[in-house]
């Protein structure tokens, strides 16, 4: 089966990640972990009052299948774009947009902490039961909206994270570039006989 890596294109608006949905079946397999009284989770630093749910966004090297009518794929993430999309993330400020099974906006929700695993052995991850790759991007959500805090988390019908954004494939991205590669030496080899014409005919 094809196997896809998708990148970040930074000549796109809006590249990388600009949402983060709440879903039944989180495409990268990992699920989250609810901190609240209700579930009596109670870990070091971590006040029990809160509304808050922590997970995985994004695994790098992970495959996430795809179907796009009869074609049927893989895509995954290499560990650096999973950096660069952490970050572009909080820089374009969307901390705060969320959706629920990627179809309905939800308010209230905010990511309030960000890290990636650089130590799978030592990463507060492990307090948590999660097993996780280096470069993970790890998130924790505050949930303000009561109607999704009581319905959706603690009837746990979502589980996990799933990102929305925009990315290319590595492939075709690098055959746009070398395509646009060739028309500029083409390009440069005709402006060089023009000018070898022009001093010539200068010459005479």
Request: aromatic letters at 8%.
């Amino acid at each position: 089966m094809e196997i896809v890596e998708l990148i970040i294109d930074e000549e796109m608006e809006n590249a990388g990640i600009d949402c983060i949905s709440l879903v039944s079946e989180p495409a990268i397999m990992e699920s989250w972990v609810a901190l609240s009284k209700q579930h009596e989770i109670k870990f070091a630093q971590v006040d029990p009052e809160q509304r808050i749910i922590l997970g995985a966004a994004l695994v790098p090297g992970r495959m996430i299948y795809r179907k796009s009518g009869d074609r049927e794929y893989y895509v995954h993430f290499s560990e650096s774009t999973v950096k660069k999309s952490s970050e572009l993330f909080f820089k374009n400020g969307n901390h705060q947009n969320s959706t629920l099974e990627h179809q309905s906006p939800i308010s209230g929700m905010t990511v309030v902490e960000s890290w990636l695993i650089t130590d799978p052995e030592m990463d507060k991850s492990k307090l948590y039961g999660m097993e996780l790759p280096k470069g993970t991007w790890m998130i924790s959500m505050k949930v303000d909206d009561d109607d999704i805090w009581e319905n959706e988390i603690l009837n746990k019908k979502t589980t996990g994270f799933s990102i929305e954004g925009f990315y290319v494939s590595k492939a075709e991205k690098n055959h746009k570039e070398n395509h646009s590669l060739d028309q500029e030496i083409k390009a440069e080899k005709e402006l060089s006989k023009i000018r070898e014409i022009i001093q010539n005919s200068k010459s005479l």
